[in-house]
């Protein structure tokens, strides 16, 4: 696969935080727009296309191309990983030549939104929420709780997550909450499920992005920097989860990581910036050590040093994550959006000398996962 070469050649984001004027469709339509307007394209050129949750075939009706290819892909918040790694090897197989990876999700305001209550034939439905294990917010608790005792992560180590984040985001007029908060703060905000307070949970917000994803040569000759591929992996786990194999660390976490890393022939060592998918605070801490950037139970201590703050050595959810920046309720397209922007040198708070980002997703409560690696040079310029 991508014997050729991939890149992302064109990336864009709409309005986000409330956006009561657009439907979910209507989000994916201006995110294409936007995307596409981005890699100086049109929709006539599209023959491939991806989404989660809505049909790729509904979308690309009301966006008015008529793909060859499409994939519709629906594993949580981390489907726009997969469906990046599944657009190059449909590339790579000339199944289809520039496709369009889209999300739009109103989470906040719910204009034309379709259900996504969980079937009452389910796993979860069935063997958890008579529990009182009803959404992420509970379901998450168990994982969080078990790592903190098992590790001796503290609370105050586990509340520097978004405290550290919040200064990735602050001042910035698109992040949620655009405020730099302490661990105090975070700690005394209220208590939403024990251990999570409200600052240690992501907000519900509105919005829509889209990449638009082609060869590397085809890439070379449009307007923007292209942002390359070089390795990309997928796994999953139990849709029960008290069911992982170890509640305080993610296999699908270790496998996908594993995967994109000997497929892009790099370590860890080699990475200048890291997007770890954060719907709650605890999540960026199983991915530092599932990664394999810490050892066992050194994760907390690494962030509230300040190592992955501003000026840190390991430069993660730059963009405030989605505990500052946004959360649309599937939030790993923004992260992959924040990837392309320090990859061409674009971000609200730039890093200096990114030239490889690892972007690493989750779906469900540790259900599924998937990891990008990203560079703005490709595996023949290394």
């Known amino acids: 696969m991508r014997r050729r070469g991939v890149a992302i050649a064109g990336a864009a984001e709409t309005d986000i935080g409330v956006v009561p004027d657009l439907s979910e469709p209507d989000l994916h339509a201006r995110a294409a727009a936007l995307a596409l307007a981005d890699a100086g394209l049109t929709p006539a050129d599209v023959d491939g296309i991806a989404t989660a949750w809505h049909s790729p075939i509904d979308i690309a009706h009301h966006i008015g191309v008529d793909p060859s290819w499409h994939d519709g892909t629906s594993v949580g918040g981390c489907s726009f990983l997969v469906h990046v790694a599944h657009a190059a090897a449909a590339i790579d197989a000339g199944l289809c030549s520039i496709v369009l990876v ?20 389910s796993m979860p439905r ?21 790592f903190l005792h098992e590790t001796g992560t503290t609370r105050e180590q586990m ?6 984040q919040s200064r990735w985001a602050d001042g910035n007029p698109r992040a949620w909450r655009a405020k730099e908060a302490t661990v105090e703060e975070v700690l ?15 907000p519900v917000t509105d919005g829509g992005a889209a990449l638009v ?17 070089l390795g990309a992996g997928e796994a999953g786990e139990s849709p029960l989860v008290a069911h992982m194999e170890d509640l305080t660390s993610s296999r699908a976490f270790r496998e996908s990581s594993r995967r994109a890393f000997v497929q892009a ?16 605070a605890h999540v960026p801490l199983f991915g530092l050590e599932d990664l394999g950037f810490v050892g066992r139970g050194e994760a907390g201590a690494f ?4 190592n992955t703050a501003p000026g840190g050595p390991l430069p993660m959810n730059t963009n405030g994550g989605g505990l500052c920046y946004t959360h649309t309720g599937m939030y790993g397209m923004f992260a992959i959006q924040e990837s392309v922007r320090q990859l061409r040198g674009e971000a609200y708070r730039q890093v200096d000398g990114v030239e490889l980002s690892v972007v690493q997703g989750v779906g469900g409560i540790f259900t599924s996962a998937a990891t990008l690696v990203l560079a703005n040079h490709s595996k023949e310029d290394t």
Request: aromatic share 8%; glycine share 8%.
């Open 126 to 146: 069935q063997f958890e929420a008579p529990y009182g294990v009803r959404g992420a917010v509970t379901a998450f608790t168990l994982p969080a709780l078990r």
């Open 102 to 121: 889209l999300h739009g999700e109103s989470g906040r305001s719910r204009i034309g939104r379709p259900s996504r209550r969980t079937p009452p034939d």
């Open 188 to 202: 005394a905000s209220r208590v939403v499920a024990w251990p999570f307070h409200k600052l240690e949970c992501c």
């Open 213 to 229: 994803v082609t060869s590397a040569e085809r890439a070379a000759d449009l307007p923007r920097p292209p942002v390359h591929l």
């Open 159 to 164: 509340a520097a997550v978004p405290a550290v």
């Open 265 to 280: 022939g790099i370590t860890v060592a080699d990475v200048d910036h890291l997007m770890i998918y954060d719907p709650f």
């Open 303 to 306: 962030v509230a040093d300040g």
